[in-house]
């Protein structure tokens, strides 16, 4: 039960929202560098925030990127 103590909730539905998003490169060619992934970190975690969300866990290597955001848990008005 506990993971549904983040349950949002609409005027007729309740809901809990979790995503999990991969960036992949074509053909997984190795172009990422770290100051790609901090750039990206840092667009996720403002796009998140004007979501009212928060990114869980970001990670990534020079392939690809893997981003999950989560429901913070506030009813939406």
Do not use: W
Request: hydrophobic fraction near 35%.
């Amino acid at each position: 039960m506990a993971e549904y103590q983040n349950v949002r909730t609409g005027r007729h539905c309740a809901f809990v929202m979790h995503a999990h998003l991969v960036f992949v490169t074509k053909y997984r060619h190795k172009v990422f560098k770290d100051v790609h992934l901090k750039r990206v970190e840092e667009i996720m975690r403002a796009v998140c925030k004007d979501f009212e969300c928060e990114l869980v866990e970001f990670n990534g290597e020079n392939n690809h990127v893997l981003n999950r955001p989560d429901s913070n848990g506030d009813s939406i008005s």
